[in-house]
């Protein structure tokens, strides 16, 4: 089973969105793994965003994340990373498939309502920048 992380950021969390966001999920053959409701720190942002430091919205998404809580959940499937990237879509929500979670429930590019894993980065990263070991289930 490969992991993958989702992230349901602020904008969504305020909306009391998730359970919709997370049974979704769960209906496209995801068992969740780990989840955790939390809030970041600027310093923490900037670390998990680091890939991200020097382009000019680096910044505004330090301070979004940051800006309430945030679900923080891994996510497991067969070819888990590219089908969350599908059910997620593309990051600008105007741009977005319909029926996408950025398409439903983002606002706009930079408050683009949930955070997947890339799979040309490293996913198993993020998974544990949020979770250790013993937090997941096998």
């Given at each position: 089973m490969e992991r993958t992380l989702l992230i349901i950021k602020p904008n969504v969390v305020m909306k009391n969105k998730t359970g919709e966001i997370l049974a979704r999920c769960e209906?496209?053959?995801?068992?969740?793994?780990?989840?955790?409701?939390?809030?970041?720190s600027p310093q923490e942002a900037r670390l998990f965003y680091k890939m991200h430091e020097g382009k000019?919205?680096?910044?505004?998404?330090?301070?979004?994340?940051?800006s309430g809580h945030i679900i923080a959940c891994c996510l497991g499937r067969e070819n888990a990373v590219r089908r969350l990237r599908e059910i997620v879509g593309h990051t600008d929500p105007a741009k977005a498939e319909p029926g996408t979670l950025r398409a439903m429930y983002g606002a706009d590019i930079e408050h683009n309502g949930v955070h997947a894993s890339n799979p040309d980065e490293d996913p198993l990263s993020?998974?544990?920048?949020?979770?250790s070991t013993h937090e997941l289930l096998s």
């Amino acid at each position: 089973m490969e992991r993958t992380l989702l992230i349901i950021k602020p904008n969504v969390v305020m909306k009391n969105k998730t359970g919709e966001i997370l049974a979704r999920c769960e209906r496209e053959g995801f068992v969740i793994l780990g989840l955790k409701h939390l809030i970041l720190s600027p310093q923490e942002a900037r670390l998990f965003y680091k890939m991200h430091e020097g382009k000019e919205f680096y910044e505004e998404l330090v301070e979004y994340i940051t800006s309430g809580h945030i679900i923080a959940c891994c996510l497991g499937r067969e070819n888990a990373v590219r089908r969350l990237r599908e059910i997620v879509g593309h990051t600008d929500p105007a741009k977005a498939e319909p029926g996408t979670l950025r398409a439903m429930y983002g606002a706009d590019i930079e408050h683009n309502g949930v955070h997947a894993s890339n799979p040309d980065e490293d996913p198993l990263s993020e998974v544990h920048f949020f979770f250790s070991t013993h937090e997941l289930l096998s």
